[in-house]
């Protein structure tokens, strides 16, 4: 908002001193000392403020006692041994050379402005694109960031539903350990009195088959 106020207000002035430049230079153009008075009255209102300002005029040389036209004279005026043109050549070029200072003045300033607010906009521009990108790049991330959260979870209750059912598959081979463990305890006693009532009948037998060998033996002694 500035640098279009500013600019305006400099290519006004430019404009402006151009105008003057231009009334001016018609005015040196001639020996008529009353013709800024006739372009004056035809040049914008502008020019001739900035004309006013550089140039004074002398209505007291000004023909019939002068009121609205008059004779210029520079504020560093020449010696009196200068003639009339002399003078007026002398102001008039350093007029237009202080005119022609501002107005290249004016435009290097105008021309450095409009680089700065080039510059401006191109890193405001660029500052947008990096944000742009930088809040992709996090939405990309953050979207990314979801999805894998999402995958995990679902993993994670598939995981507990496999779980579980370890778990349920496990506790039901526990309790066949458990019946089988008791079958076998249940075995093996069975086994320890089978095999102590074996050991008893075989015990007994072999009392009777000594009992048997001492008969024969006593037979065939006679005894």
Not at 46 to 69: F, I, K
Not at 142 to 167: C, N, P
Request: with cysteine; charged share 30%; aromatic share 4%.
């Amino acid at each position: 908002k500035m640098y279009k106020s500013q600019s305006k207000d400099r290519k006004l002035s430019i404009k402006v001193i151009k105008q003057a430049a231009e009334v001016l230079k018609k005015f040196y153009a001639t020996k008529d000392i009353t013709a800024l008075a006739r372009v004056g009255q035809q040049a914008p209102a502008s020019a001739l403020q900035l004309g006013e300002e550089l140039v004074v005029v002398d209505s007291s040389e000004a023909p019939n006692g002068g009121s609205s036209s008059g004779k210029l004279s520079s504020p560093m005026a020449p010696p009196k041994t200068f003639s009339g043109s002399t003078r007026k050549s002398l102001a008039g070029a350093a007029v237009m050379k202080l005119l022609e200072k501002l107005r290249e003045d004016m435009t290097a300033e105008q021309r450095t402005a409009d680089k700065e607010e080039s510059d401006a906009v191109a890193a405001f521009e660029q500052l947008q694109k990096d944000s742009r990108d930088q809040f992709d790049q996090s939405m990309s991330e953050i979207t990314e960031r979801m999805k894998r959260k999402a995958t995990i979870t679902v993993q994670m209750s598939s995981d507990k539903q496999d779980k579980s059912g370890v778990e349920e598959e496990l506790g039901t081979v526990q309790d066949q350990l458990k019946a089988l463990h008791k079958k076998c305890d249940e075995v093996m006693k069975s086994i320890k009195d089978r095999t102590k009532s074996r050991d008893f009948e075989l015990s007994q037998l072999r009392d009777v088959l000594d009992i048997l060998a001492g008969s024969q033996l006593a037979v065939r002694t006679g005894a």
